[in-house]
T-cell receptor
Framework: DTGVSQDPRHKITKRGQNVTFRCDPI?????LYWYRQTLGQGPEFLTY????????KSRLLSDRFSAERPKGSFSTLEIQRTEQGDSAMYLC??????????????FGEGSWLTVV | RKEVEQDPGPFNVPEGATVAFNCTYS??????FFWYRQDCRKEPKLLMS???SGNEDGRFTAQLNRASQYISLLIRDSKLSDSATYLC??????????FGKGTHLIIQP
């Protein structure tokens, strides 16, 4: 399978604990995105990387959230001191982009987080 | 005003009928437009890109009206398998792709 892969697929954690999600993009893709989706809503942009550089961060990305893509390949999204409001599906996506041209992004299957 | 607006539905449509969705966007600088399909508890998957000249892919037709800032999706001869949520997606802002909340479609036998 050469698509975007995410791990873990499901995570249940207690409030206050830290969680980390990993994303492996499609191998030749230089852009990697993180989105969050809650029930009845469309995906909401969190952040994106071009290679290893984090170029945009949404206002939704509070100080408890941090994302990295150290070698320009896989990425991690960490949530510290989780809150019940963090419960959502965290979607990773990747694309092959040239400059500011429009690009098609491909999503992973998502990581479901439940904070209890 | 929300950046991308869609009628959430649900649209209940008999099998074989034609159904159309519209979506409006607020950023006039938007450059790329897409329709994604999302099944329940699954990830969004690209259905089709939307071009200024309009484009067709089998039973699906997408159109873009830049002057009025809306995008449409037409599904002809609807199938039971078309039941899903259809997400309107716009690219052009600083935050990458902006998704609408989706339109829920239910095809009834």
């Amino acid at each position: 399978d050469t698509g975007v892969s995410q791990d873990p697929r499901h995570k249940i954690t207690k409030r206050g604990q830290n969680v980390t999600f990993r994303c492996d993009p499609i191998s030749e893709h230089n852009r990697l995105y993180w989105y969050r989706q809650t029930l009845g809503q469309g995906p909401e942009f969190l952040t994106y990387f071009q290679n290893e550089a984090q170029l945009e961060k949404s206002r939704l990305l509070s100080d408890r959230f941090s994302a990295e893509r150290p070698k320009g390949s896989f990425s991690t999204l960490e949530i510290q001191r989780t809150e019940q409001g963090d419960s959502a599906m965290y979607l990773c996506a990747s694309s092959l982009a040239y400059g500011n041209s429009g690009n098609t992004i491909y999503f992973g299957e998502g990581s479901w987080l439940t904070v209890v | 005003r929300k950046e991308v607006e869609q009628d959430p539905g649900p649209f209940n449509v008999p099998e074989g009928a034609t159904v159309a969705f519209n979506c409006t966007y607020s950023n006039s600088a938007s450059q790329s437009f897409f329709w994604y399909r999302q099944d329940c508890r699954k990830e969004p998957k690209l259905l089709m890109s939307v071009y200024s000249s309009g484009n067709e892919d089998g039973r699906f037709t997408a159109q873009l009206n830049r002057a009025s800032q809306y995008i449409s999706l037409l599904i002809r001869d609807s199938k039971l398998s078309d039941s899903a949520t259809y997400l309107c997606v716009v690219n052009g802002g600083a935050d990458g792709l902006t998704f609408g909340k989706g339109t829920h479609l239910i095809i009834q036998p």
